[in-house]
């Protein structure tokens, strides 16, 4: 089979125009989820806890500063050495929450989609007609 008749197949089979729906898609429900995180849940753990949540400029200075510069970008453009912690932290906790957040979409997904696929209960099947008439008969028996 030659390589184009191959790849005809592949595509003619819908992985790839699946392929390229479910990245689209998941860009968009990315987008969607991260602001759902910046905008309406990071402001409501802010005021919960009282003040930014924003860690990005909690760093220790590792070398000498001569000049005592207290923010991290003089820092930087000093060329002093940083340990700058902040920022991986604030990714990490945006990470967590988004993480809990598309789990708890996902969660209410599958059981909508639990409640959707729910068979019926199956119909008891019907007694076989040999079995029925052997019923009887020991029943008959002992009437005797």
Known sequence: MSIIKEFQEFAIKGNMIDLAVGVIIGGAFGKIVDSLVKDIIMPLVSVLTGGGVDFSQKFIVLGDNPNNLQSLDALNKAGINVFS?????????????????????????????????????????ATPEDIELLREIRDELKKR
Do not use: D, S
């Open 85 to 125: 912690y902040g920022n991986f932290l604030t990714i990490a906790l945006n990470f967590l929450i988004l993480a809990w957040v598309v789990f708890l979409m996902v969660k209410m997904l599958n059981n909508i989609r639990r409640k959707h696929e729910q068979p019926a209960a199956p119909a008891p099947a």
